[in-house]
């Protein structure tokens, strides 16, 4: 089954996507599973909307973790980013502060020799 690419999601849209796929993997009842083996009324089992609740469930979460997945990548591209931005204003702010630090040596000289 193929899933379509959604957008990155911001903090709140993630937040709201997390917790309608945590709520829908939540067992909602779980009457089937506790009651006695040997019941003398027992109740048949509906296997099929279990199945496909189940598979509705996983298709959630592989949406969920494909658009994290995207997301993802989007952060480590901007962090790549702002890391080479910062690399170039460290340069630069070096730069300048041998700049001053030079233009101060020079005023230092300047001043004995007068």
Same mark, same amino acid.
């Given at each position: ?6 957008? $990155? ?7 709201? =996507?997390?917790?309608?796929?945590? @709520? ?5 009842? =779980?009457?089937?599973?506790?009651? $006695? ?8 089992? #509906?296997?099929?909307? #279990?199945?496909?609740?189940?598979? &509705?469930?996983?298709? #959630?979460?592989? @949406?969920?973790?494909?658009?994290? =997945? ?5 952060? =480590?591209?901007?962090? &790549? ?12 702010? &070096?730069?300048?502060? &041998? @700049? ?15």
């Amino acid at each position: 089954m193929l899933h379509k690419k959604q957008p $990155p999601l911001n903090k709140i849209a993630f937040n709201s =996507r997390f917790e309608e796929a945590k @709520s829908s993997v939540e067992v909602k009842s =779980r009457s089937h599973y506790s009651a $006695p083996l040997m019941s003398s009324n027992p109740q048949p089992f #509906d296997w099929e909307s #279990d199945i496909e609740q189940l598979e &509705q469930r996983i298709n #959630d979460l592989a @949406s969920l973790c494909n658009s994290l =997945r995207e997301e993802n990548r989007g952060i =480590r591209i901007r962090l &790549q980013e702002a890391t080479a931005e910062r690399d170039q204003l460290r340069e630069k702010n &070096q730069f300048a502060v &041998q @700049s001053v630090e030079s233009m101060l040596e020079s005023v230092r000289v300047l001043e004995r020799e007068s």
